[in-house]
Every structure is written in structure tokens, then in C-alpha cells.
């Protein structure tokens, strides 16, 4: 577990280093806030370290809002970290600044040799919302422009690199346009948007989108706290199969995940497995803002992503 006396956290990710070691990457801002709805507008992009996933070392920040003025001189926030061809580490992240008020989300990059110190790359934003296909900022349809998250993953077939993101189509009911938005770039480094990895099927959102191959099966994983009343659901996380890791993923047919305290989680290899590590959002009523120990899970074809119960557990009639 991965709880600081001093700063809420949230949404996390994980990337791997040659010694063995895991870093995890995550939103954090200070409990001195006292109202963690203000946590979004203050939000950094923190960094520890664990040998086993469980036990961390905290180290310094990775990524703190740029100085103004600056498209990201607001907050920064969820990514992720992958490691490209020529070795250096590429941290993609999501940026908001002062003068959209917060209200447009874009997608940067900061590059590291050492997964330790960051530098962002170039000063703008790297991708951002083209409206051929997604939502720009409507206060009559959305709160905000949503185009954050960025999952990036290489192509199966070495062709490049995947972007996924959390987007919304520009068009359908308001309420239900949450779609996987997605970019593709043939060096990490230029990016091409493409038109969106799924339909509108009753979400508003479909936030930290990630994909993983898990006992064989192609799965995309996603989290939400805004469904149309027409899906007659209060589930946060869900799981949906495809073909590949490309997609394109039937949202329609996703199924929900029975861990209700838990949200943003992303799929990490742990041991021979897989396990599930988000950040406990509510108990009692109060927001926790911490990230939880590992939680072992197994693919089921016909019940979708499970938890793997201990064995002593799972006996008994």
C-alpha cells in the first residue's frame, strides 16, 4: 500500500526497470487542501519505488505543473511510461492550464534516461482533440474537454506505436458519448489522431483506458463515474474482450468489475499473474486517497475480469 500522511493520491501506473525494480507514477496533492474536490486543480505527478509492488520508497516528484504561462501550467495528470527503442523512457501525461481555466485537457510528454529526472519535450502539447471525430469544449454538452489518460503501447506487428485516451464523440446524447479516443505515432515522438477505437454506448466517460493480454485474452479495462440513466448502472470499473489488443472494443458488451472501493486500476504483471492496483477512493463516506496493495485476478470467459480468491477461501460447499 502506498498511503502519504501529508498528500492524497490517486490515479497511478507502473513501468519496470532493468534491475527488477517497479516505479510507480501518480497523482498526488496536498491534504492541507482539506476538501479533496480541489485535489484536480493542484494535482503533480509523483514517483516510488518497490521491489515487490507492495512496500514503497518514495523519491522525488517526476513531473510539477509548468511556470506560466504555459499550456500545462495548471495541473498534471494521468499518463503513462513507456520505454522506447533507443532506450530513454517516455512519460505521457495529461496537461491543463490557467488560461482554459482547466477546462481543456491535452496530452504531453516528458522523456527521462533514468526513470528518475524529467524533462518535458518541446513547449507545446504533443496530441490534442481534432474535432473531425471528437467532442471539443461544449459547456451545454460537457463540463469539459475530455482528451486525458493517454495509454501508449507498441503495435504487435512493429508498426509503430498506440495512443489510447479518454475522449468524447461529437455527437449522440450528452450524457453518453464517452468513447476510446486513439492517436498512432511511428516514434513515440509525432502523432496522428484516428478516429475512435469504440462507439457511444452509454458512458460519459471512459477514464484510464488500458489494454493487456491476460491468460490469453486481449482485454480493456476502464473506469467511469458518469453513466447515462439508460444503462440502469452504478458500477465504476469494467472489462471488455476483443480480438487483439487494437480492438475494436464493443463497449456495449463490457462487464463490470465487483470492487467498489477502488478506481482508476491499472493491470500490472505481479509473480505468474496479474493483479489489479488502483486507488482506494471511498470509505465510510470519506474520500481515502491511497493506493492499494496488489489484488490477484484471473480472466473468465464467461464472468469477465475475476479476483483469484485464496485457496482456503474457495473451499466449502
Not at 45 to 57: C, F
Not at 132 to 146: F, H, I, S, V
Not at 296 to 306: E, F, H, K, T
Amino acid at each position: 500500500m502506498l498511503r502519504l500522511p501529508d498528500h492524497w493520491v490517486w490515479d497511478s501506473w507502473y513501468a519496470q526497470d532493468d534491475n527488477g525494480s517497479w516505479h510507480a507514477f501518480f497523482l498526488r496533492a496536498s491534504r492541507a487542501l482539506l476538501d479533496p474536490h480541489r485535489r484536480h486543480r493542484r494535482a503533480s505527478i509523483g514517483h516510488a519505488v518497490s521491489d515487490d509492488l507492495r512496500t514503497w520508497r518514495l523519491v522525488p516528484d517526476a513531473l510539477v505543473p509548468a511556470d506560466s504561462p504555459g499550456w500545462d501550467d495548471l495541473a498534471t495528470w494521468t499518463g503513462c511510461t513507456v520505454r522506447g527503442p533507443d532506450g530513454r523512457w517516455y512519460l505521457f501525461y495529461t496537461g491543463v492550464g490557467r488560461a482554459d481555466d482547466g477546462l481543456v485537457q491535452r496530452i504531453g510528454l516528458a522523456v527521462s534516461d533514468d526513470l528518475v529526472t524529467w524533462h518535458r519535450h518541446g513547449d507545446g502539447p504533443l496530441v490534442e482533440a481534432d474535432p473531425t471525430w471528437y467532442e471539443l469544449l461544449d459547456r451545454e454538452m460537457w463540463y469539459e474537454q475530455a482528451w486525458r489518460d493517454p495509454w501508449v503501447f507498441p503495435d504487435p506487428a512493429g508498426d509503430g506505436w498506440h495512443m489510447l485516451i479518454t475522449a468524447r464523440a461529437n455527437q449522440g446524447p450528452a450524457d453518453a458519448r464517452g468513447v476510446v479516443g486513439h492517436a498512432t505515432s511511428p516514434d513515440l515522438l509525432n502523432w496522428t489522431v484516428q478516429p475512435p477505437l469504440s462507439a457511444p454506448a452509454g458512458f460519459g466517460h471512459l477514464e484510464v483506458p488500458q489494454v493487456a493480454v491476460v491468460d490469453g485474452q486481449p482485454l480493456l479495462l476502464f473506469c467511469t463515474n458518469a453513466i447515462a440513466a439508460s444503462r440502469g448502472s452504478e458500477e465504476q470499473l469494467w472489462v471488455v474482450p476483443a480480438p487483439t489488443v487494437q480492438g475494436p472494443w464493443d463497449v456495449s458488451a463490457a462487464q463490470p468489475i465487483a470492487l467498489p472501493d477502488l478506481y482508476a486500476p491499472r493491470l500490472v504483471p505481479d509473480g505468474d499473474g496479474w493483479s489489479l492496483i488502483g486507488f482506494v477512493d471511498h470509505a465510510d463516506g470519506q474520500f481515502v486517497g491511497e493506493i492499494s496493495d496488489p489484488i490477484p485476478v484471473r480472466y473468465d470467459p464467461a464472468a469477465g475480469l475475476l479476483t483469484r480468491l485464496p485457496a482456503a477461501a474457495s473451499t466449502g460447499g
